[in-house]
T-cell receptor, first 116, second 112 residues
Framework: DTGVSQDPRHKITKRGQNVTFRCDPISEHNRLYWYRQTLGQGPEFLTYFQNEAQLEKSRLLSDRFSAERPKGSFSTLEIQRTEQGDSAMYLC??????????????FGPGTRLTVL | DAKTTQPNSMESNEEEPVHLPCNHSTISGTDYIHWYRQLPSQGPEYVIHGLTSNVNNRMASLAIAEDRKSSTLILHRATLRDAAVYYC?????????????FGTGTRLKVLA
């Protein structure tokens, strides 16, 4: 399977704990995005990387959230001191930067976080 | 980014055409219209996109109003597998941002 993969698929944690999610994009894709989705809502943009550079961050990405893409391949999203309001589906997407064609975003299956 | 308005839900019978509307009255001349859908327990997937002209692909057709203030996603023969939330999204092709701003979408129910 050459799609976007995310790990873990589900995470249950207690309030105050730190969690880290991983996203492996499609191999040749140099753009990577993180979104968050709560029940009944559409995905909300969190942050975006081009290669290893984090080029845009949403105001939703508080200082408890940090994302990295150290070698321009996989990415991690860490949430420190989790709160119940962080419970959501965290989606990763990737796309190719090709000015000559449409660069659709391919989404992974998501990591569902439950904070107790 | 310009805002889109979609009905919360729609129903269709299996093997009948479905027309999913989207209003975007504040669209700018450089906004592309994108449609994604999200099947249950999956991430969104690309359906189709367009700028001014109507577009067809293997999944669907996109009909864009002449004034571009609305568009319609057309599924020619709905199947049970098309039951999903459909999102209409605008993104400025000239902006330096590549994020999508999703609304709440239209939940399509397909009846057997």
């Amino acid at each position: 399977d050459t799609g976007v993969s995310q790990d873990p698929r589900h995470k249950i944690t207690k309030r105050g704990q730190n969690v880290t999610f991983r996203c492996d994009p499609i191999s040749e894709h140099n753009r990577l995005y993180w979104y968050r989705q709560t029940l009944g809502q559409g995905p909300e943009f969190l942050t975006y990387f081009q290669n290893e550079a984090q080029l845009e961050k949403s105001r939703l990405l508080s200082d408890r959230f940090s994302a990295e893409r150290p070698k321009g391949s996989f990415s991690t999203l860490e949430i420190q001191r989790t709160e119940q309001g962080d419970s959501a589906m965290y989606l990763c997407a990737s796309s190719l930067r090709d000015p000559s064609s449409y660069n659709e975003q391919f989404f992974g299956p998501g990591t569902r976080l439950t904070v107790l | 980014d310009a805002k889109t308005t979609q009905p919360n839900s729609m129903e269709s019978n299996e093997e009948e055409p479905v027309h999913l509307p989207c209003n975007h009255s504040t669209i700018s001349g450089t906004d592309y219209i994108h449609w994604y859908r999200q099947l249950p327990s999956q991430g969104p997937e690309y359906v189709i996109h367009g700028l001014t002209s109507n577009v067809n692909n293997r999944m669907a057709s996109l009909a864009i109003a002449e004034d571009r203030k609305s568009s319609t996603l057309i599924l020619h023969r709905a199947t049970l597998r098309d039951a999903a939330v459909y999102y209409c999204i605008l993104r400025d092709k000239t902006s330096g941002t590549y994020k999508y701003i999703f609304g709440t979408g239209t939940r399509l129910k397909v009846l057997a």
